[in-house]
């Protein structure tokens, strides 16, 4: 038995034409940087969350170490809520990504100076005192116990420069081909992909827009897609 067709109601012509598609196109493969960049800053925001999150319970003791979790947290909670930036396609995001994996490096950095100056715990209050009566086996252990100090907290420095300061260059290296893809592709292509993407219009002064908005007396400017005629 044939099945009556399917109203879909009123009809509106396609108003894109192959032109306009490709364009889509070309600016869809020079985001994939930013898509990217905005799966990193997901990634990245949730683990540093995680992180300040569950270490609280175990540094509730130490006012150095529960100001840490709580910058953790703090900072991954920012990144997570700052890579929506990404998603409405504003350039400016990228910079505020970048001064928050600054701070969390600072953090980080700050931290293990201040274990670095306040040395490691006292032998005797690890072992019981029970080393005291073989002092060589005591200033061997203590001499380790420095040493693992300084390796773990200066390493801790270094890696906190080194990492941090890679991903905060990283996204600025994002916010470079975001604002080239605005110089190098028409605006209403740019807003299309940030509706889709984002659910949201990038504003003019946070992506630096330089190209001129369609006068609204003549609606087939250059910035609006109009269909070729037939």
């Given at each position: ?43 990245s925001g949730l683990i540093t969350l995680l992180a300040g ?178």
């Amino acid at each position: 038995m044939a099945h009556a067709p399917l109203d879909l109601g009123p009809t509106r012509a396609d108003p894109l034409g192959p032109a306009d598609y490709a364009a889509l196109a070309r600016a869809g493969s020079a985001l994939r940087p930013v898509r990217r960049g905005e799966r990193v800053a997901g990634a990245s925001g949730l683990i540093t969350l995680l992180a300040g999150l569950i270490s609280l319970p175990f540094v509730l003791g130490s006012g150095v170490g529960l100001a840490l979790a709580v910058s953790l947290a703090v900072v991954g909670w920012r990144e997570m809520f700052l890579r929506k930036g990404l998603r409405s396609l504003e350039p400016m995001a990228c910079g505020r990504l970048a001064r928050n994996q600054l701070l969390l490096g600072a953090s980080l950095g700050l931290y293990a100076i201040v274990q670095l100056v306040r040395g490691p715990a006292d032998l005797g209050d690890i072992t019981g005192g029970q080393l005291d009566q073989v002092p060589e086996l005591a200033a061997s252990a203590d001499g380790i116990m420095r040493l693992v100090h300084l390796g773990v907290y200066g390493g801790l420095v270094v890696g906190a420069v080194v990492v941090q300061g890679s991903q905060a260059l990283y996204y600025k290296r994002v916010g470079k081909k975001l604002r080239r893809a605005y110089a190098e592709h028409p605006i209403w292509v740019m807003r299309v992909h940030a509706a889709a993407w984002g659910g949201a219009m990038p504003a003019r002064a946070a992506a630096g827009f330089s190209q001129p908005e369609p006068d609204s007396a003549d609606p087939g400017g250059d910035n609006v897609p109009t269909r070729a005629a037939a």
